[in-house]
């Protein structure tokens, strides 16, 4: 069998998968029927046009822990706007889209690229929803290191 496989989805997805055997140095284990992610690598293209790599590690306490959920795009924030609205209410909707096409701060470069969306920890309390990579041009010289993640809850 081929170390890669790249599989077709559709027009505009394909997946590339590698099966190269790597042992597992997390501390996350799987479900007995299915598979934990626990490192995605997306390439970010930015409105300058250049591309910025950003690794999401599931496997630390950085605040991605118990994901359930990444929002990338108009469609899918809809979907998650009326999720909420029917399970928490109008007002923590509103919250999310104001959060989706607003940016953080008046001088941040841009709005948000993605959301995501934790599981509550207990039950009856809100999942986090955190914005992420808007608060940063990410250039060389970009001393504003501190505002590219925000849980809009908090």
């Known amino acids: 069998m081929a170390a890669?496989?790249?599989?077709?989805?559709n027009n505009e997805l394909a997946l590339v998968y590698?099966?190269?055997?790597?042992?597992?140095?997390?501390?996350l284990k799987a479900h007995e029927d299915?598979?934990?992610?626990?490192?995605?690598?997306?390439?970010?293209?930015?409105?300058t046009d250049k591309i910025l790599t950003v690794d999401i590690d599931f496997d630390?306490?950085?605040?991605?822990h118990g994901n359930a959920m990444i929002i990338m795009d108009d469609f899918g924030v809809e979907l998650l706007i009326s999720g909420f609205e029917s399970k928490y209410g109008k007002e923590y909707a509103d919250k999310i889209r104001e959060a989706w096409n607003t940016k953080q701060y008046p001088d941040d470069p841009r709005k948000p690229t993605y959301i995501m969306v934790q599981k509550p920890k207990h039950e009856g309390i809100l999942p986090q929803?955190?914005?992420a990579c808007g608060g940063r041009g990410h250039?060389?010289?970009?001393?504003?290191?501190?505002?590219?993640i925000t849980n809009i809850f908090e």
Not at 60 to 64: F, I, L, M
């Open 129 to 131: 929803v955190i914005v």
């Open 139 to 148: 250039d060389d010289d970009d001393d504003d290191k501190g505002k590219t």
């Open 60 to 64: 630390t306490d950085s605040g991605y």
């Open 34 to 47: 299915r598979a934990v992610v626990a490192k995605l690598r997306a390439d970010l293209v930015l409105p």
């Open 4 to 9: 890669k496989e790249k599989v077709i989805v």
């Open 18 to 27: 590698d099966f190269t055997e790597k042992p597992n140095k997390t501390q």
